[in-house]
């Protein structure tokens, strides 16, 4: 030790080495609690923190990666490969999404074993491996509701009967139900906002800025918002008197079902809308579908598009989110179908 501190000082060994050795003869499961620990720390939300851990622990245990010396990139491109997913109690291939999702994460993880001096360098090899198309691989394509159709799923909701909050079919106490009204506004929130369900579910009443309607604001936190980073979004006027007569009765946002798949479905049922048309479907996520369309259907700039979905790349709001038919070619040639 003592002729290494030397040789550190005499500039013959790098000052890192030792905390390099360290961390390559250490458990890499003990490095990804670390990680998951800083992610935590810079506020990245305790969830967050938990699914990019989950997915690279995975993909390097398939791997047979048990310390970072043995990061091996063909092993890590292979575990992808083969990467599994249960629908329905069904084993099937995971998606190009979900692929991605789990490469993301090992490199996210690499790179903050690179930024705190754990590995001298990011791995070449995995720098080379490329995320796979998800539009050659897409599964499943959500339409956008049109303005009829929101406003009929509003208006039925908005008469129908409670509907459980929770459907764990493990929950033995009296489970608290939705009621029709506060569906609606869950709804009418969603489709103004192109909030998702877990930034939904992250809103208290100090999340609204109402005293003025014309200039009005939902704000999301950097904990629960996708990109990280606390979200001020402006609303319409009439949702915002909604919104205000709704948090002085109640005092609270609407709840947040946990399936809300299952949820909308029995509404859009109640409603007489198809669940499926033209081979795109409609599941909660399809609220943010609609919320973009709507705004690029109405001419605004694709920068501005973008910002209000909070995109970092408009071609993931004009491609992936925008849900363009028949008619609307037909509109953009000066004609309906």
């Known amino acids: 030790l003592e002729q290494e501190e030397r040789r550190i000082r005499e500039g013959l060994v790098d000052p890192k ?43 390097l245990e398939s791997a047979g990666v048990v310390s970072i ?24 291939p995971a998606s190009a ?40 691989d897409r599964r499943r394509e959500r339409r956008a509701l049109t303005p009829d159709e ?29 009621s029709g009204p506060e ?22 009443r100090d999340s609204f800025d109402l005293d003025d309607p014309t200039n009005a604001y939902v704000t999301v936190s950097g904990a629960y918002s996708k990109r990280k980073r606390t979200d001020r979004q ?12 709704w948090l002085a009765e109640h005092g609270a946002p609407p709840r947040v079902p946990q399936r809300t798949a299952d949820v909308l479905r029995m509404d859009l049922v109640r409603a007489g809308i198809p669940i499926e048309s033209r081979g795109k479907i409609l599941d909660f996520h399809a609220f943010r579908a609609a919320y973009i369309t709507h705004i690029v259907q109405r001419g605004t700039n694709p920068a ?23 008619r609307d070619k037909r509109r953009a040639l000066g004609e309906d179908e």
Not at 26 to 55: F, I, P, S
Not at 315 to 323: A, V
């Open 234 to 245: 402006p609303i319409r006027s009439d949702l915002a008197r909604a919104l205000a007569a």
């Open 97 to 136: 999404r979900t692929r991605n999702h789990a490469l993301g994460s090992v490199k996210a993880f690499c790179r903050w074993l690179e930024q705190t001096d754990r590995l001298s360098e990011f791995p070449r090899g995995l720098k080379a491996i490329k995320p796979r198309s998800i539009e050659a």
């Open 150 to 178: 929101l406003d009929r799923l509003i208006s039925t909701t908005e008469n129908g009967p409670g509907v459980a909050l929770t459907t764990r079919p493990a929950d033995t106490c009296r489970k608290p139900e939705l």
């Open 304 to 326: 501005t598009a973008q910002q209000l979905a909070r995109h970092s790349d408009v071609r993931l709001t004009l491609q992936t989110y925008t849900d363009v038919d028949v």
């Open 17 to 59: 080495a030792r905390e390099r050795r360290a961390a390559a003869s250490a458990d890499v499961a003990v490095l990804l609690g670390l990680w998951r620990e800083y992610m935590v720390a810079k506020g990245d939300g305790a969830k967050h923190a938990n699914h990019q851990a989950t997915a690279a622990r995975r993909v």
């Open 183 to 204: 569906r609606a506004m869950l709804y009418r929130l969603a489709s103004g906002t192109g909030f998702r369900a877990n930034e939904l579910r992250s809103l208290t």
């Open 69 to 92: 010396a043995a990061i091996d990139s063909d092993a890590i491109n292979g575990a992808i490969g083969r990467m599994t997913v249960v629908i329905k109690k069904k084993v099937q």
